[in-house]
């Protein structure tokens, strides 16, 4: 019924491989990414710039826990709410008419649109298979019940 142990294993680097190159390019220039989030017109000056200094280490953070297996179900758990927000966060963008730079991988972004959306859908269905599946192979603590 779910995916055997490497399938899962190859979901995790991927998604965390993601999250840990769009955390990493927006610590880079956490102006530029403060600017993309200011022009999705939602927050002001100040929230921008707060979200341009803090989601990026939490991509990052997140991202490398589930490589290497440190609460994986959490990470899976924090990636897939952070994909949905930005799913949404796109869609009403685009129903509002903005043409903005997604500002998803620094200066590798691109437009958010219908694409962007599944894009963002497809890591977020490989997301939700880690947070709901039973395996735990290959992780740093495998959540040992404790026997009393």
Avoid: H
Wanted: with cysteine; glycine share 6%.
């Amino acid at each position: 019924m779910w995916p055997n142990k490497y399938v899962l294993l190859a979901c995790r680097l991927i998604v965390g491989a993601v999250f840990i190159w769009a955390g990493v390019s927006k610590i880079a220039d956490p102006l530029s990414f403060a600017q993309n989030v200011k022009n999705y017109q939602l927050v002001g000056q100040t929230l921008s710039f707060l979200t341009a200094v803090f989601l990026p280490w939490v991509e990052l953070i997140a991202g490398l826990w589930l490589i290497i297996g440190l609460y994986p179900k959490s990470s899976a758990l924090l990636i897939s709410c952070l994909l949905g927000f930005f799913i949404v966060l796109v869609a009403i963008t685009m129903a509002r008419g903005l043409n903005v730079d997604c500002g998803c991988f620094g200066t590798f972004s691109r437009q958010a649109d219908w694409w962007l959306i599944a894009e963002d859908s497809l890591w977020l269905a490989l997301s939700l298979v880690l947070l709901f599946s039973p395996a735990n192979d290959f992780c740093l603590f495998k959540g040992k019940s404790s026997k009393a």
